[in-house]
């Protein structure tokens, strides 16, 4: 369980990292406009594939992988409990700040993967993403602190900080 554990938080961390880098690079190439997204220049569309991409594969990582392996190592939850219990636990241990911002958050994740003809929605995303990315990193960190504190895992350490 621990090396499981371990790995994981070294996916995170790089994922966490990359996902910093790619909403800095978004928030810093100029405002999300309804214009821009509905034309995106060759730059901009990998700029925001770059955001969704790895948005999504935190969120997977993280709540996905990490958080239910998290809970079991701690012996917080039964593995087959229903993955709202699990959220609902996560808050009560102040890991994700609350359960139903992390289900709106997934939920985001899963509009993510769809390829939506309306550049309202598709700036609505971008937006929502973007502004998001310090939850998700601020989640990572907290799942540091519970491993490390209650769990005793001594993780690596040089992982990347909260770079948004």
Not at 47 to 60: A, N, V
Not at 66 to 77: F, K, R, V, Y
Not at 107 to 128: C, F, Q, T
Request: glycine share 8%.
């Amino acid at each position: 369980m621990e090396l499981r554990l371990q790995t994981q938080f070294e996916q995170c961390a790089r994922l966490a990292a990359w996902l910093a880098d790619a909403g800095k690079a978004v928030a810093g190439s100029g405002p999300l406009t309804v214009d821009r997204v509905a034309a995106p220049s060759p730059t901009d569309a990998d700029l925001f594939d770059l955001l969704l991409y790895r948005y999504m594969r935190m969120q997977d990582a993280l709540g996905g992988r990490l958080l239910p392996t998290l809970l079991e190592a701690g012996g917080e939850l039964p593995v087959e409990s229903a993955y709202i219990d699990k959220l609902n636990q996560l808050e009560r241990l102040g890991i994700v700040g609350s359960a139903a911002r992390w289900m709106e958050l997934r939920a985001l994740r899963n509009r993510m993967a769809h390829d939506y003809p309306d550049s309202d929605v598709r700036l609505g995303i971008l937006r929502e993403a973007l502004t998001s990315v310090p939850e998700l990193l601020a989640t990572y960190t907290a799942a540091r602190r519970y491993a490390s504190e209650k769990l005793g895992l001594a993780l690596a350490v040089g992982t990347p900080p909260d770079r948004t």
